[in-house]
């Protein structure tokens, strides 16, 4: 699988502390990505499944982890991988909020109902800059919040209804890497 990323503590991009994993490809190339680096599919974000997991497992040891948040990129280019890795770390938790650029009706294939099954908030639709008018957790309001596990129900409802966009900033081999969700023109 090709993996650009992998943080923790993720606090802005879904409740409580997440490990965020931003995959690499996205097709969609929608005018205002925050994230253009991450269109391509480089070799050298080459990682298998089981160094993500064994990457993941090592931050478990040590730390409390409240969920997953799978972003990119377009995690649904790689689907069949990711729901074989979410499977693997079921056991450290099943909050899995997941962000793709298509929309739910486009993602009717075996491998994008594989990953929808292991999802637990999906969030959907490209990006339309002039629809960005900060969202709570959408880049555009055109995207839309589908809670698919029904016992994550109260939870993101009441973090839905209690929270607002916040940034926040990783320090990544000398360089700042600003996480959440980002106002219109923003530019690092
Ligand atoms: S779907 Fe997301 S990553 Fe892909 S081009 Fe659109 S905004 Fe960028």
Redesign the pocket.
């Known amino acids: 699988m090709y993996i650009a990323r992998i943080l923790y503590p993720v606090r802005v991009l879904g409740p409580g502390n997440r490990i965020g994993i931003w995959f690499a490809g996205?097709k969609?190339?929608?005018k205002g990505?925050?994230?253009?680096e991450?269109?391509s599919i480089n070799e050298k974000y080459f990682v298998t499944i089981e160094q993500v997991e064994r990457l993941i497992r090592s931050v478990a040891t040590e730390n409390e982890i409240d969920g997953f948040t799978i972003t990119?990129?377009?995690p649904m280019e790689q689907a069949s991988e990711i729901a074989d890795l979410l499977e693997k770390v079921k056991d450290i938790s099943e909050d899995v909020m997941l962000?793709?650029?298509y929309e739910i009706a486009e993602l009717t294939s075996d491998m994008h109902t594989k990953l929808l099954d292991k999802v637990a908030v999906l969030i959907d639709g490209?990006?339309e800059e002039d629809l960005n008018d900060n969202s709570f957790l959408r880049?555009s309001s055109n995207q839309t919040i589908h809670i698919l596990k029904k016992q994550y129900s109260d939870k993101y409802h009441n973090y839905i209804n209690n929270n607002q966009n916040e940034i926040q900033n990783f320090m990544i081999n000398n360089e700042v890497v600003s996480v959440g969700i980002h106002k219109k023109d923003f530019r690092f």
């Open positions: 996205c969609h190339r929608c990505c925050s994230n253009p991450l269109w990119g990129g377009d962000y793709t650029g490209r990006y880049g």
